[in-house]
């Protein structure tokens, strides 16, 4: 049976060689990290994950959430596992020390995140639910607010969530229906429903605390009317008792997927007694929500990448264990069988796994990195880094996203039948995947905001950043052996993907947004391709220089990756020319398609 | 106020290493060099009584100047003091020889009441050493800790093994070895992870432990390898045929056979 779930030497390499993390160190922000306590740390994760995560990570998925008719009874391992995170200071790592943080750079932190993930991705969102509700009560809370609502947080005892979603409400926020009708008492009693909350309630933390966007009646139509409310279940009463706040857990969803975490149904002020807490000022709630959405989008591509990990490395275990057939030149029958990774397809399969991952991997670490940089740059520097931010953060939650479902689906092509079966774990690592395209924007959204926000952003100013970077990349493997051709394919590609914009944005130059967008997801797609290619020529030069040192990580990893990065190049960087050419020859024809035309 | 002496040892990870197939011997530069897993329990063990009792934990490691970062990992889990003992000299030493050395270097660092240790280490799996401290220590050695309370200067020890379970009560000083089953190691703080790296220890030589060359290392050890031998482990398939009973008594045979039910 599968045993690992991700490579330790593998992150260490993104960590070290790619994205270099001991540069951050040199900022007075990172001083008191170092590469021994970024070992520590992440050896701490590891024991964790092997520890109280991936032991349960099938029986999360059999014995699922259960709703009780008040509250949602969730496996026992997930209370001793948030109370873990939170004694270790887990929830609370990466706010600043004068909040009581750790002040870690994300992008040692999302290595870590990476690590629980992949070892069951449903018990590690209790405690990251919690640190993005946290940030929020830290950014736009009261200091009143936060001495009541913060310390249990940090200390594990009441989750955090986001509360946003509502049956009509979903990708269109601008719809939100819940009300917050105004007193004279500091608070504002809720009304309404919320749908898809992921961690709304359950029997592992005392209380939930949700950052809810609601409406504040008589407050404009659309996004400019939303506000945003810390609404408890329990509310601290005046003998510092907790008291139901109305707020009533009505049902819990059955997913195909993911099932060690309850998505659930909120209903709010059926009792006309649910109170709300304005954080900030009245109608600013969806900007203040933006301000965590670009790192809960990076947390998306991250979990995808890392379920998508644990099943290559599932599928890569059985083919290297599994007998079966001979090599195609060997017609003798009394020959012993071979193991399967002895074929051509399955290291093909296996490749186009680790491509994903690793490609994935790679750009999640660099987003975290982006993060950090822009905490200690100033003036235009972070300015510039903020572009190279803003429009990757689509592509970094959707690429892993998209091709975590297909990196799984291969993983369970690799043990073909037993795959199928849930004998083995690829098929939930399949289902667990299965979600991330759609939580947190959908694909269609993404795309909409890469090409119709952030390629537009500032008269193409991210669009530079993002291009001064990659051609970065490209100047320094041309000068390097056995990297010249990928960098002048990757120019190729850049050229392409610069007309394919160009094309594009002549639709909204005449006022034709329809139009403009309608193929934003396609867009989106070759823009992923091209991007990890990107990553991919980054680890190559890393891989080169390691192999030039005497190094730990050995010639045949280093090797490995050199080829990795051929396979991506030659087998999926060439799909950008066919979307390309959907994109010149489709005229945009689905703006045209009318519902009567599904008639039959 | 207890002071308690936790000893830790850096072992190379024998689950993850490769082996020679010629000498039998690892292949130190295949695994990374770790925190010995029983020893990590004598650090929960001896924390746990500090907590209860006040006190300081002291963590001793014999080893060469690398074994720094496993004294790193103990400050990190909440140990006061760290001591390296660590000299060309003492390089090749056996169990009996590293037994020693502890002792000797544990005896100038004052006044004990309570040494933990782990019960074996996974690189030699010898067991030797903490029966061996215990006997140059002049210490009641203790396994098999189920529970633990300091009472009036004694030790009071709850022990579980096989079927048998006992209470028994030690007079102070005592040594304790610790297995995984002891407990259950606690994860450490992120705040003192990022600090650890950089705290002073207590380096001592040859020279501050006593004694001369001849006594330690490969010179002062009766210990001789005479071979090693990797053995293969293969698993075979037997069917256990007839009705349900006699297929129950089949297995149950079978597994007494192999000592896996005894009673």
Known sequence: MATKFYSEKNLKFVLNEVHRIGELFKHERFAEYSAESTQLILDTAKGIANGMMFPVFAEMDKKPPEYTGTTIRVHPAVRPFVEKMADGGWINAVMPYDLGGQQMPLTLFNACMFIFAAANYSMSVYPGLTTGALSLIYLFATKELQDIYAPSMVAGKWQGTMALTEPEAGSSLSDVRTTAFPTDKGYYLIKGQKTFISAGEHDAAENIVHLMLARIKGAPAGVKGISLFIVPRHRPGADGKLEFNDVNCTGCYHKMGYRGSPITQLAMGESDDCRGFLLGEANRGLSYMFHMMNEARINVGLGAAAIASAAYYASLEYSRERLQGRIITEKDPAKPQIPIIEHADVRRMLLKQRAIVEGSLSLVVYAGKLVDLISVAEGEEKTRLEMVLEILTPIVKTYPSEMGIVSTSQAIQCLGGYGYSDEFPVEQYMRDARIHPIHEGTTGIQGMDLLGRKVTMKNGAAVKALLGEMNATIAAAKTREGLAPYADELEKSLALWQAVMGAAVQYALKGQIDKFLADASIFLELTGILVIAWQWLLQGIAAQDAAKESSAYGADFLQGKLLTMEYFFKYELPAVYGLEKILGASGAMTVAVKPVHFED | ?263
């Open chain 2, 1 to 263: 106020m207890l002071s308690i002496i936790v000893c830790i040892k850096q072992v190379p990870d024998t689950n993850r290493a490769s082996f020679d197939p010629r000498t039998g011997a690892i292949n130190r530069a295949s695994a990374e060099n770790i925190a010995n897993p029983d020893d990590l329990h004598a650090v929960e063990l001896a924390l746990k009584l500090r907590d209860a009792c006040g006190g300081r934990v002291t963590a001793i490691s014999m080893g060469p100047p690398r074994a720094a970062d496993t004294l790193a990992e103990a400050y990190a889990l909440g140990v006061d003091d760290c001591v390296l003992v660590s000299d060309p000299a003492f390089a090749g030493s056996d169990s009996l020889v590293t037994g020693k050395i502890l002792a000797r270097a544990i005896g100038k660092l004052g006044r004990f009441d309570v040494v933990v240790t782990g019960f074996e280490a996974i690189d030699g799996n010898t067991a030797h050493v903490s029966y061996q401290l215990s006997e140059f220590l002049g210490l009641p050695h203790i396994t098999q800790i189920h529970d633990l309370m300091i009472e009036d200067g004694h030790a009071v020890i709850e022990r579980l093994y096989g079927h048998e379970y006992q209470k028994i009560r030690v007079e102070l000083p005592v040594l304790l070895a610790a297995t995984r089953n002891t407990n259950r190691v606690r994860a450490p703080r992120l705040a003192d992870l990022k600090s650890c790296t950089g705290k002073d220890f207590t380096v001592m030589t040859m020279a501050d432990v006593g004694g001369s060359a001849d006594e330690y290392g490969t010179a002062g050890s009766p210990t001789v390898v005479i071979g090693t031998e990797v053995f293969a482990h293969s698993r075979g398939r037997e069917e256990i045929r007839g009705t349900t009973d006699e297929k129950v008594e089949g297995l149950m045979q079978r597994l007494k056979k192999h000592n896996i039910l005894r009673y």
